[in-house]
């Protein structure tokens, strides 16, 4: 071997947005065969109730089976075991789930795209502001007090809960429209305003409406695993505010926000190295 012998070529680190895209598609992908399971011919077919894999119906069946013991129609443990997996991710990267394993998220960012697609846009750029016309953003005023209604949302689910037969969202949930197979007059119309609103909109549902995603906003604030900003190298160009799904202002600031998705977008996004870095936070414990 002499001196001027081939070095390895590095492999390229996959890209954090590739590796999100084939979460995100493949939890999409089995939430259509689940619910392709449930309309099979069969009673062993269908392995219980489509709500018992729901994490949210973990939280509406939650007060009836610590007050009465019981849990509500179509739910059962099985649903407190998924919130718990739902919790725990979000213990460590906060609302993580919306923004890489919710399948309503998911369907939510592919119709926002195809909005762009028909609006105007030929090619996407990151970074830059899309001449599409949609989706489009609600006023500010009114954005921000549209925001506290899934925080009602999920106070009145739990308050009726307690004396509920069945799940309060059941009969008119969006992901039981979209992949639940069973459709009902009712969902036909939840489906079409789902898809209406989040092509209008982007992520109308987890902005607005979505009570899961209320019940774990608190956890933004406590998870270890966040995103730094170095404010000595930002320039403050707002490139990651045209990305961020969930229109937060100053998002590089702003990465505890409530309603921030931890989609990583801003991450992605920023054109200078090291000026928006992902790590876990550890605790420091005072020494003696």
């Known amino acids: 071997m002499t001196a001027g012998t081939k070095t390895k070529t590095k492999k390229k680190p996959i890209p954090l947005m590739t590796i999100r895209y084939w979460i995100q598609g493949l939890v999409v992908f089995a939430s259509f065969l689940l619910g392709l399971r449930h309309i099979m011919p069969g009673e062993a077919s269908t392995g219980g109730s489509f709500d018992a894999f729901c994490p949210f119906g973990g939280i509406e069946t939650l007060l009836p089976y610590l007050f009465r013991g019981e849990t509500l129609k179509t739910t059962n443990l099985l ?19 919306c ?8 369907l939510q960012d592919y119709l926002a795209r195809l909005a762009r697609k028909l609006s105007g846009e030929k090619r996407h750029i990151r970074g830059k502001k899309s001449p599409a016309r949609f989706p489009m953003r609600l006023p500010k005023r009114v954005d921000k007090w549209a925001r506290y209604i899934k925080y009602l949302l999920l106070g009145g689910i739990l308050w009726v809960s307690v004396t509920a037969v ?6 008119f949930c969006p992901v039981r429209a979209v992949f639940s197979f069973q459709m ?3 969902l036909w119309s939840v489906l079409i305003t789902f898809i209406v609103t989040s092509m209008l909109i982007e992520r109308f549902w987890c902005k607005y409406l979505c009570p899961l995603g209320a019940a774990l906003a608190i956890f933004n604030k406590i998870a270890p695993l966040r995103l730094r900003l170095n404010e000595h190298t930002c320039v403050d160009c707002g490139r990651c505010d045209v990305e961020c799904p969930m229109d937060i202002e ?5 990465s505890r926000d409530p309603e921030c998705i931890q989609c990583l977008e801003c991450l992605e996004t920023c054109a200078l190295k090291d000026t928006i870095t992902l790590e876990m936070i550890t605790i420091q414990t005072p020494k003696g």
């Open 250 to 254: 100053d998002v590089h600031a702003n």
């Open 166 to 171: 069945y799940p309060p969202l059941h009969a």
């Open 184 to 186: 009902t007059g009712l």
């Open 79 to 97: 649903n407190f075991a998924i919130l718990i997996g739902v919790l725990g991710v979000s213990l460590v990267a906060g609302r993580a789930f």
């Open 99 to 106: 923004g890489w394993m919710c399948p309503l998220g998911t």
